[in-house]
């Protein structure tokens, strides 16, 4: 990982990165903001610095033949039976902007101390929703007062959806285990250890098998 000094646009990246478990717990309007904001923040940097090397990755590759055979199938239903509507082609097309985060995200967390900003963040806001898990598990509502619609699930922020147990799955043990790969001393080994026990009991509590 390469070490330099951070500048406004490293700064903005990392305030994007940093609250993307935000928007994702938001929905899914916020969600598709940020994806267009990094896609559009990694093009134009693309662009200026003249660096196209992942566009010969092997892997961008692949998932660019089947970003392609995803819109072609879309537009081949459409005609065979235009009753569909449009909607298949349109997702089929915006489906791009997930293919663009694998070259997106190297690229632009290229340095260890935005890498770090970023996650010492979502190690706050895990620690959050944990404490929120914990909260409606024994009150019957979270921090903010939202109940679950079935009573039986913890949503915690998330509310209406049954996918805390997910989220904390997906941020939870990435952001420990990222924290792990620094020489820490026993104290920080100590909390980060517990952190991630309580991630794994929190998912438990949540009720989600999948996860």
């Known amino acids: 990982m390469i070490s330099k000094k951070l500048d406004i646009k490293d700064n903005f990246i990392i305030i994007l990165f940093a609250t993307l478990p935000i928007a994702i ?3 899914n ?3 598709n903001f940020y994806l267009l904001c990094i896609f559009l923040i990694f093009i134009f940097n693309a662009l200026k610095t003249k660096s196209f090397n992942w566009l010969k990755n092997k892997n961008f590759i692949i998932l660019s033949i089947f970003y392609l055979y995803i819109c072609l199938n879309s537009f081949f ?3 065979i039976n235009p009753s569909f509507g449009y909607d298949g082609i349109l997702r089929s097309l915006f489906f791009l902007k ?3 985060l694998f070259p997106a995200i190297p690229f632009l967390l290229d ?5 770090e900003k970023i996650f010492k963040f979502w190690l706050f806001l895990i620690v959050i929703i944990i404490i929120d898990i914990f909260f409606e598990k024994y009150t019957g509502s979270n921090l903010l007062g939202f109940k679950s619609l ?5 949503t915690s922020f998330f509310y209406d959806e049954n996918v805390v147990g997910a989220f904390l799955f997906g941020f939870g043990f990435i952001t420990t285990i990222f924290f792990f790969q620094n020489k820490l001393t026993e104290k920080y080994k100590i909390i980060l250890n517990s952190i991630l026990v ?8 949540t009720g989600e098998r999948s996860a």
């Open 25 to 27: 717990i938001i929905g």
């Open 29 to 31: 309007f916020f969600i």
């Open 77 to 79: 239903n459409y005609f």
């Open 98 to 100: 997930f293919i663009i």
């Open 111 to 115: 340095k260890k101390e935005i890498l």
């Open 150 to 154: 079935d009573g039986t699930r913890i």
């Open 198 to 205: 309580l991630v794994f009991f929190s998912i438990l509590l």
